[in-house]
């Protein structure tokens, strides 16, 4: 039987659990491996090209970090992420080098802006998306209604905007501001992603994101010139040519404090859940969280217990009596 799902929020989170329940109720995700997958069906769908193969390129700041490589790469655990190192990875000159460098497997980027962008299209098309801000007083969660119409589930994916949420704000949702620059180059090469602190990433006709800083408990997105400086500084360890920086961004990530996601349903109101805490790697984890997710809501199947809301109960206890 078809549902009626309200999804609050647009972003990774919100697409990702829309996708989930629109694909659910295709069966088409049954054979998908995740991440690469999701996206490039996106692109099917839209011909919007989102999800780009890259070899990244991890430039060693020390002896001792090209020892630990050399140690992991033969072990099970590691094989199948780092590539053995080479005599061409030792003496690799395409960026600053003075204790060789190591590639990462089967790596790859997904690009945030087509990827919203193509996928609010391929969900329009399936399901509506109203452009809204979400006011909490017209939800009413006995009812699961919002603006008085009725629906089967309601999953808010505010991102760092869940404090203010009267359900679920007591979720310890935290914020981690990050800035990042593009930049243009004639020079620095755009064949790898360079990465040494700091990751050089090329977004074509020689453009790079130069990313990105960490400031824990912050959630204004000022741009701030220690941000700048900082990547600047960051990007000389990889490289000494010259750089233009055409653009200066920030945006909060979704953290938590055991670097979890939080997903669940409410305690009380059992038709209101939260999928939310992506974190850091959220475009990683976000395609198969969302179809855990979505089988936990349509079919009631066990979500990981690392995931789950219930561990933050004795905190949900706390401030209820407060
Ligand atoms: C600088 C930076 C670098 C990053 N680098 C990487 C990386 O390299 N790899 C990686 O995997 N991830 C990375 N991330 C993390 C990734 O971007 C996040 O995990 C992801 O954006 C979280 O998605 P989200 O949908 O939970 O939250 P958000 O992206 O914050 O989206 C939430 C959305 O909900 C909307 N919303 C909130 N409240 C309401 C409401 N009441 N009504 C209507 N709409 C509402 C907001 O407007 C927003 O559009 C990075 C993030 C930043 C900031």
């Not at 829309?18 to 490039?40: G, K, T, V, Y």
């Not at 801000?133 to 089967?152: I, L, M, R, V």
Request: charge should be neutral.
């Amino acid at each position: 039987m078809k549902k009626e799902i309200l999804i609050v929020g647009a972003g990774l989170a919100g697409i990702s659990v829309a996708m989930q329940f629109i694909q659910n109720h295709w069966r088409l995700d049954e054979f998908l491996p995740f991440a690469e997958n999701f996206s490039n069906q996106i692109t099917l769908n839209t011909a919007i090209p989102i999800y780009h193969p890259i070899t990244i390129r991890r430039m060693f700041s020390s002896a001792h970090e090209k020892t630990m490589w050399l140690e992991k790469q033969n072990l099970e655990k590691f094989n199948s992420y780092l590539e053995p190192l080479t005599i061409e990875d030792d003496h690799y000159k395409l960026a600053k080098n003075e204790f060789g460098s190591g590639r990462i497997k089967g790596s790859s980027f997904v690009n945030p802006i087509p990827f919203l962008k193509a996928s609010k299209q391929w969900i329009s098309e399936h399901g509506t998306i109203i452009y809204e801000n979400a006011d909490y007083s017209d939800f009413n969660p006995e009812e699961s209604t919002y603006k008085g119409k009725k629906y089967d589930e309601i999953v808010f994916c505010e991102g760092s905007n869940n404090d203010l949420n009267p359900w679920f704000g007591y979720l310890p949702v935290e914020h981690t501001k990050g800035e990042v620059l593009t930049i243009s180059s004639e020079k620095i090469t755009e064949n790898e992603s360079l990465n040494r602190k700091c990751f050089l990433l090329p977004v074509g006709n020689k453009t790079f994101k130069l990313g990105a800083t960490y400031v824990w408990h912050t959630n204004n997105t000022v741009l701030t010139e220690e941000g700048k400086n900082d990547l600047i500084e960051k990007a000389g360890l990889l490289t000494s040519f010259p750089f233009e920086i055409t653009e200066h961004k920030a945006g909060i990530r979704p953290t938590s404090p055991d670097r979890r996601p939080i997903v669940g349903r409410h305690h009380i109101f059992k038709k209101f859940s939260i999928f939310n805490g992506l974190g850091t790697k959220g475009y990683l984890i976000a395609p198969k969280l969302a179809e855990e997710f979505v089988h936990f809501i349509l079919y009631d199947t066990e979500m990981d217990k690392e995931v789950k809301l219930e561990r933050f109960d004795k905190l949900r206890n706390l401030q209820e009596k407060k």
